[in-house]
């Protein structure tokens, strides 16, 4: 599979999603990876945040190595998390009509406006040897690169899911979904996984296992310790103290 990935061979696939349950607009388009650490400190680490703010921060890439520069002069985004940019893409169609996709607005509002600068271009990235995912749009700034962005929020988990856009109308019980991706992104090197979510959300926000499982878990702990305490109170309570060794029970005169 690895050296598939690493070819030049078509790597269109077809899947097919029914839709159980209706499933009003927007709805969500996630791509989750498995077994991928975001969170390793030198990973963390290889990026230039005042290269993605400043223009003439280009030159910025101390931390970056060794995606900082190329013979052509350094590399804007410069480190190994823009070099490895989920590059995987995804078609929708349904009834032999295509879905689009709405990929504006996927980002933070506030990583666009304040981490990723206005006037700040794409260079020389992925020219070398070793491409590490997608590539970038050189005349688009950074601050409208919204896959990097969403991409350059690293995850705290080893298995995350990153919002890849929205689809704008409802889809309805019965309905097939058609989905042509390109399987481009390399998992297989590390024995990772890839999935494909549509999700959508309520009043309380989107779904997610892992806080509610959290909760759980915390508040049963605390219950049990709860419980644990009461039953050491009963079986052996502790002796109350001497009063008498009170500071306003003490005789005056023994001062």
């Known amino acids: 599979m690895v050296g598939f990935i690493q070819s030049s061979q078509d790597k269109t696939c077809n899947r097919t999603v029914n839709v159980t349950k209706h499933m009003k607009q927007p709805i969500y388009v996630y791509y989750q990876l498995d077994n991928f650490y975001q969170n390793h400190r030198r990973y963390v680490k290889s990026r230039s945040d005042q290269q993605l703010r400043k223009r003439g921060s280009e030159g910025s890439t101390d931390a970056c190595k060794p995606e900082d520069k190329t ?60 491409i590490g995912g997608a590539k970038l749009d050189p005349s688009k700034p950074l601050s409208e690169q919204e896959d990097l962005i969403v991409w350059m929020r690293t995850a705290a988990l080893p298995t995350f899911r990153k919002l890849y856009g929205k689809i704008e109308v409802d889809l309805q019980p019965g309905d097939i979904i058609h989905v042509t991706l390109k ?72 001062r």
């Open 183 to 254: 399987n481009n992104y390399n998992t297989y090197s590390f024995n990772g996984k890839k999935k494909l979510v549509l999700s959508t959300t309520s009043w309380l926000g989107g779904k997610n296992d892992f806080i509610g499982i959290a909760y759980l878990t915390v508040g049963g702990l605390c219950l049990s310790l709860a419980f644990a305490f009461i039953l050491i109170y009963l079986i052996k309570p502790r002796e109350l103290g001497d009063p008498s060794y009170l500071s306003w029970n003490r005789n005056p005169g023994g």
């Open 71 to 130: 013979k052509a002069g350094p590399i804007v985004p410069c480190g190994l998390i823009a070099w490895s940019l989920f590059n995987d893409s995804y078609g929708f169609s349904r009834n032999n009509q295509e879905l689009t996709i709405n990929k504006r607005g996927i980002s933070w509002k506030s990583d666009r406006d304040r981490k990723f600068g206005k006037n700040v271009y794409p260079k020389n990235f992925q020219n070398g040897n070793l």
